[in-house]
C-alpha cells in the first residue's frame, strides 16, 4: 500500500514536471517569436530610417540646386543691373552733384517723407558730367510696337564723335515691366557699345515706391480714369528725367522715344543756341509737336519741375508748358497783345523742326495717334 503512494507521488511529481516543462518551453518559444518580431520591427525601422536618409539628402540636394539657381539669378540680375548701390555711390564718389530738388518730392507727396535718399536707379552709365547738353528720353512698353532703336540710332548717329563727347543721352525706362527693363538692356547694350562705354549713354529707371500713390484718378470714370492716370504718370516720368539730367549738363533737350531726328540736328541746334543775341528766352522750341525738342537751360529746370508738380494732376504737360507763360510773363488785368509779344521774345521756335513724330501706336494702350509737326 505504502508502495503504490510512493509511485502515485512520483507520478504526480513526474507529470507536474513535465507540464512545468512544457510551459516553460511554450514561454520560450513565445518569448523568441517576440524577439524575432522585435528584431523584424527594429530591421524595418531601420530600413525606413536609412531610405528617410537617402530621401532627405536627395531632397537637401535638390533645395541646393534651387538655392544655387536662385544665387545665380540673383547674380545675373545684380550684374545686369550694375550693382545698382555700388554704383550709385560710385557715380557720387566721383563729384557729381545731385541735385537737392529731389527733396523737393517729400513736399508735393507725403508718402515719400518715409523714405531715405530719392534717386532713380541707375542701369546703365558711368556718371557722366560737365557736358554742354543732356537728352532725355522717356520709353515705356507699347506691346509689340516699339520706336525706341530706330530713334536713338538717329539722335545718336547724327552727331560727331566731339559733339557725342560733349553730350549725354538719358533713357528713362518709366515701365514697371521688368522684362522691359532688360530688353531695353540688352538692345541699347547690343546696339550701342562704344556709347555706353564712353558714358555718353545712359538708362535709368524709377523705383517702384515712387509712384505707389500718385496716379489715382478715382473721381473719373474708368476709360477717363486710365487715361487721366496714364497722363499724370507722363507728366511725372518727365520731371524725374529733367531733375536728374540737369546736374549733368549746361542745356537739356527734351525728347520722345518715337521720333527721329534730322541730319545734322545737333549741329543746328549748337549753331543756332551759340547765335542767340538775347540770353532772356525761357526754352526754345526744335519741334512744335507736344513736348518734343524743347530744350531748356538746366539751371532754369527746377522752377518748370515744381510748376509741374504743382499741376500734374490738371493738364498734360505740354499744357503746363503753357501755362507757366500767363503765370511768369502775364501781368494781371494785361493787354493780351503786349503779353504775346513778350512770350515771343522768351519763347524761341525754330523753324523747321528738327524732329519727326513717327509713333503712331501710342504709349497709351489701344491708342493711335496721327499728329505731325506742321513744320
Same mark, same amino acid.
Given at each position: 500500500?505504502?508502495?503504490?503512494?510512493?509511485?502515485?507521488?512520483?507520478?504526480?511529481?513526474?507529470?507536474?514536471?513535465?507540464?512545468?516543462?512544457?510551459?516553460?518551453?511554450?514561454?520560450?518559444?513565445?518569448?523568441?517569436?517576440?524577439?524575432?518580431?522585435?528584431?523584424? $520591427?527594429?530591421?524595418?525601422?531601420?530600413?525606413?530610417?536609412?531610405?528617410?536618409?537617402?530621401? *532627405?539628402?536627395?531632397?537637401?540636394?535638390?533645395?541646393? !540646386?534651387?538655392?544655387?539657381?536662385?544665387?545665380?539669378?540673383?547674380? !545675373?540680375?545684380?550684374?545686369?543691373?550694375?550693382?545698382?548701390?555700388?554704383?550709385?555711390?560710385?557715380?557720387?564718389?566721383?563729384?557729381?552733384? /545731385?541735385?537737392?530738388?529731389?527733396?523737393?518730392?517729400?513736399?508735393?507727396?507725403?508718402?515719400?517723407?518715409?523714405?531715405?535718399?530719392?534717386?532713380?536707379? /541707375?542701369?546703365?552709365?558711368?556718371?557722366?558730367?560737365?557736358?554742354?547738353?543732356?537728352?532725355?528720353?522717356?520709353?515705356?512698353?507699347?506691346?509689340?510696337?516699339?520706336?525706341?532703336?530706330?530713334?536713338?540710332?538717329?539722335?545718336?548717329?547724327?552727331?560727331?564723335?566731339?559733339?557725342?563727347?560733349?553730350?549725354?543721352?538719358?533713357?528713362? /525706362?518709366?515701365?514697371?515691366?521688368?522684362?522691359?527693363? $532688360?530688353? /531695353?538692356?540688352?538692345?541699347?547694350?547690343?546696339?550701342?557699345?562704344?556709347?555706353?562705354?564712353?558714358?555718353?549713354?545712359?538708362?535709368?529707371?524709377?523705383?517702384?515706391?515712387?509712384?505707389?500713390?500718385?496716379?489715382?484718378?478715382? $473721381?473719373?470714370?474708368?476709360?477717363?480714369?486710365?487715361?487721366?492716370?496714364?497722363?499724370? !504718370?507722363?507728366?511725372?516720368?518727365?520731371?524725374?528725367?529733367?531733375?536728374?539730367?540737369?546736374?549733368?549738363?549746361?542745356?537739356?533737350?527734351?525728347?520722345?522715344?518715337?521720333?527721329?531726328?534730322?541730319?545734322?540736328?545737333?549741329?543746328?541746334? *549748337?549753331?543756332?543756341?551759340?547765335?542767340?543775341?538775347?540770353?532772356?528766352?525761357?526754352?526754345?522750341?526744335?519741334?512744335?509737336?507736344?513736348?518734343?525738342?524743347?530744350?531748356?537751360?538746366?539751371?532754369?529746370?527746377?522752377?518748370?519741375?515744381?510748376?509741374?508738380?504743382?499741376?500734374?494732376?490738371?493738364?498734360?504737360?505740354?499744357?503746363?508748358?503753357?501755362?507757366?507763360?500767363?503765370?511768369?510773363?502775364?501781368?494781371?488785368?494785361?493787354?493780351?497783345?503786349?503779353?504775346?509779344?513778350?512770350?515771343?521774345?522768351?519763347?524761341?521756335?525754330?523753324?523747321?523742326?528738327?524732329?519727326?513724330?513717327?509713333?503712331?501706336?501710342?504709349?497709351?494702350?489701344?491708342?493711335?495717334?496721327?499728329?505731325?509737326?506742321?513744320?
Amino acid at each position: 500500500m505504502r508502495t503504490k503512494q510512493v509511485n502515485l507521488l512520483i507520478t504526480l511529481v513526474a507529470v507536474a514536471l513535465f507540464s512545468f516543462s512544457c510551459f516553460c518551453i511554450y514561454r520560450i518559444t513565445q518569448t523568441n517569436n517576440r524577439l524575432i518580431n522585435c528584431r523584424n $520591427h527594429i530591421l524595418e525601422f531601420k530600413e525606413n530610417m536609412l531610405h528617410l536618409r537617402n530621401k *532627405t539628402e536627395k531632397n537637401s540636394q535638390e533645395m541646393m !540646386k534651387v538655392l544655387n539657381r536662385m544665387k545665380y539669378e540673383i547674380t !545675373k540680375k545684380e550684374n545686369l543691373s550694375g550693382n545698382l548701390v555700388a554704383q550709385k555711390a560710385d557715380i557720387l564718389n566721383k563729384n557729381e552733384t /545731385v541735385s537737392n530738388t529731389f527733396e523737393d518730392l517729400k513736399f508735393f507727396f507725403p508718402h515719400l517723407r518715409k523714405e531715405g535718399r530719392i534717386y532713380p536707379d /541707375v542701369i546703365i552709365g558711368k556718371g557722366k558730367t560737365g557736358v554742354s547738353f543732356a537728352l532725355g528720353i522717356s520709353t515705356v512698353n507699347r506691346g509689340n510696337y516699339s520706336y525706341l532703336k530706330q530713334t536713338l540710332t538717329s539722335v545718336v548717329s547724327r552727331m560727331t564723335l566731339s559733339q557725342e563727347k560733349d553730350s549725354i543721352v538719358i533713357v528713362l /525706362v518709366a515701365d514697371s515691366n521688368e522684362d522691359y527693363l $532688360h530688353s /531695353v538692356v540688352k538692345m541699347i547694350t547690343k546696339k550701342f557699345k562704344r556709347q555706353v562705354r564712353s558714358g555718353s549713354l545712359e538708362v535709368i529707371s524709377i523705383p517702384a515706391f515712387l509712384y505707389s500713390s500718385m496716379l489715382n484718378a478715382k $473721381h473719373l470714370a474708368e476709360a477717363s480714369q486710365k487715361l487721366a492716370s496714364w497722363r499724370i !504718370k507722363q507728366v511725372l516720368d518727365f520731371c524725374i528725367l529733367m531733375l536728374y539730367a540737369q546736374p549733368k549738363a549746361k542745356y537739356y533737350l527734351q525728347l520722345e522715344d518715337d521720333i527721329i531726328a534730322k541730319e545734322m540736328y545737333f549741329t543746328k541746334i *549748337t549753331d543756332f543756341v551759340g547765335n542767340i543775341s538775347s540770353n532772356n528766352w525761357f526754352f526754345i522750341e526744335f519741334s512744335m509737336l507736344g513736348f518734343i525738342g524743347k530744350l531748356f537751360r538746366s539751371e532754369d529746370l527746377t522752377q518748370f519741375v515744381r510748376f509741374f508738380l504743382m499741376f500734374y494732376k490738371e493738364k498734360p504737360v505740354d499744357w503746363l508748358l503753357n501755362d507757366i507763360f500767363q503765370v511768369k510773363v502775364c501781368d494781371t488785368g494785361e493787354d493780351l497783345g503786349d503779353c504775346m509779344k513778350r512770350k515771343k521774345q522768351i519763347r524761341i521756335r525754330y523753324k523747321p523742326s528738327l524732329f519727326r513724330h513717327v509713333g503712331i501706336h501710342s504709349s497709351f494702350p489701344g491708342k493711335e495717334q496721327y499728329e505731325k509737326d506742321v513744320y
